[in-house]
Nanobody, 118 residues
Framework: QVQLVESGGGLVQPGGSLRLSCAVS??????????MGWYRQPPGKERELVAS???????NYADSVKGRFTISKDNANHGVYLQMNSLKLEDTAVYYC??????????WGKGTLVTVSS
């Protein structure tokens, strides 16, 4: 099993920054991880992809966060991070970490709430 624990959420003013972290643990070897990513679910809306990073470190971002958010991971795939700058009201959501292993199985964290408000 794989456990994912997100942290770093909170209340921030528009224009502010937050850094989300996701700790990956459990019976998985880093070599088995195909990709890691962050998703979010705004109030009353569907869950959506924010950013993803593959084993080769290629990244993908939602258009709405390009230039403001940066995804990264550590070399051992024990953590994935999301640096969020220039936060907007519409970035308010529960942010989830996702890990996908070779074979297609995916694991999710329980989420961390980000609230952007003045």
């Amino acid at each position: 099993q794989v456990q994912l624990v997100e942290s770093g959420g909170g209340l921030v003013q528009p224009g502010g920054s937050l850094r989300l972290s996701c700790a990956v643990s459990g019976s998985i070897f880093s070599i088995n991880i195909m990709g890691m990513g962050w998703y979010r679910q705004p109030p009353g809306k569907e869950r959506e992809l924010v950013a993803s990073i593959a084993g080769g470190r290629s990244t993908n971002y939602a258009d709405s966060v390009k230039g403001r958010f940066t995804i990264s991971k550590d070399n051992a795939n024990h953590g994935v991070y999301l640096q969020m700058n220039s936060l907007k009201l519409e970035d308010t959501a529960v942010y989830y970490c996702k890990v996908t292993v070779w074979g297609g199985e995916a694991f999710w964290g329980k989420g961390t709430l980000v609230t952007v408000s003045s």
